[in-house]
Nanobody, 123 residues
Framework: QVQLVESGGGLVQAGGSLRLACAPSGRTFSGYTLGWFRQVPGKERECVARIGWNTIKGYYTDSVKGRFTISRDNAKNTLYLQMNNLQPGDKAVYYC????????????????WGQGTQVTVSS
């Protein structure tokens, strides 16, 4: 079982930046597609970005394109989400997730999840 541990959430003013990090305990990210999801109460979990095992190309939901950047450092076994120009609409609990190679934007495709980290953006 892969346990994922997120860090880096917090409170920021609109226009500010945060960087989330996620690392697994017990094994490496080798071979996994990794994703960042977010969820607000009453809504389904949304994939904001994902990245394959052997690529630097990330895929993003439209609302974060140009503001968020997903990256992975395989040497450090760590996944990142750099979030710039944060807006109140970005407020959510953010989760990192790991799934089989080729996993897409749907939460059911990911088998391993972190505990979530709160991101709050004040206007």
């Amino acid at each position: 079982q892969v346990q994922l541990v997120e860090s880096g959430g917090g409170l920021v003013q609109a226009g500010g930046s945060l960087r989330l990090a996620c690392a697994p305990s017990g094994r490496t990210f080798s071979g996994y597609t990794l994703g960042w999801f977010r969820q607000v109460p009453g809504k389904e979990r949304e994939c904001v970005a994902r990245i394959g095992w052997n690529t630097i190309k990330g895929y993003y939901t439209d609302s974060v394109k140009g503001r968020f950047t997903i990256s992975r450092d395989n040497a450090k076994n760590t996944l990142y989400l750099q979030m710039n120009n944060l807006q109140p609409g970005d407020k959510a609990v953010y989760y990192c997730a790991a799934g089989p190679a080729g996993s897409g934007e749907y939460s059911y495709q990911y088998h391993h999840w972190g505990q979530g980290t709160q991101v709050t953006v004040s206007s």
